[in-house]
């Protein structure tokens, strides 16, 4: 197209309705009624539920279109299975390949699974033989090992800056009680190079804790220190230590203070 082509077009004038340009007015608020939907039937023309009744395909009026699902549809949930040893097995593999567990963790998978089931299906009596037997192979395989699981969360735990006494609370919610905690303890304190004092433990994750929380004397506003003093120890209190590392950790002067305080080794 031309140059001058375009400039017409760009130049025309919109066409006026030609009842406009006559005088005449139009009234918008005039409803036009809708043409009959069926000429062989007379109350077509005047019945406002023709519509509604004589809808014949989906989608019409007066009939919803079926439901295909989408993005944002939800999904029917699964109907509960019959529990059968194998069942039962193919859910501990599967909870196991995406999980580390323990037996009491994985004791309380398969209840639920067994719960769930009790509201269709009818329980066999044998059910409770099948759960131990299944635990027993899994130990046997290697698959559940507590004092293993026990000591790699304890150590995890302490490098996240959490105290002896909160390791503790969060393992007995796994399962592992008694003599198994405490060897789980004392093998993560040999671990992380301390022997197996448990205590030091703690020294350590609280000055590594308020190190990187910037708490006492790791803030390095220090006129702000004696404003926050309370609220750093009632940071480190949540986390389970106890009151004197807290009081360590905010009336230090300084780092060396605070190891000196806490009997921390200057190679930490």
Request: include cysteine.
């Amino acid at each position: 197209m031309s140059w001058a082509f375009h400039k017409r077009l760009r130049g025309r004038k919109k066409e006026t309705p030609a009842a406009w340009t006559a005088g005449e007015s139009i009234n918008f608020n005039v409803v036009l009624s809708p043409p009959p939907l069926s000429s062989d039937d007379p109350s077509a023309d005047f019945d406002p539920d023709y519509a509604l009744a004589h809808a014949s395909e989906p989608g019409e009026a007066g009939e919803a279109r079926p439901h295909r699902g989408g993005r944002n549809s939800r999904r029917q949930p699964r109907k509960p299975r019959k529990i059968t040893p194998d069942y039962l097995r193919r859910v501990a593999l599967h909870y196991l390949d995406r999980y580390s567990a323990t037996e009491a963790s994985l004791r309380a998978v398969l209840h639920r699974r067994i719960r769930k089931s009790a509201t269709l299906h009818e329980l066999d009596p044998e059910i409770p033989a099948w759960v131990d037997a299944l635990l027993k192979d899994m130990k046997r395989l290697g698959f559940i090992n507590d004092d293993a699981f026990a000591q790699t969360r304890a150590v995890s735990l302490h490098r996240s800056g959490k105290s002896a006494r909160a390791i503790r609370q969060t393992l007995v919610g796994k399962g592992i009680r008694g003599e198994a905690l405490d060897r789980a303890m004392a093998a993560a304190a040999d671990e992380l190079g301390l022997g197996e004092d448990t205590r030091a433990m703690d020294r350590r994750a609280g000055m590594d804790f308020a190190r990187r929380r910037r708490l006492g004397v790791f803030n390095p506003l220090t006129e702000q220190r004696a404003e926050r003093r309370e609220k750093d120890m009632a940071a480190l209190a949540r986390r389970g230590f106890s009151y004197d590392i807290c009081t360590a950790v905010v009336d230090a002067h300084d780092e060396d203070d605070l190891r000196d305080r806490l009997d921390i080794d200057l190679d930490f």
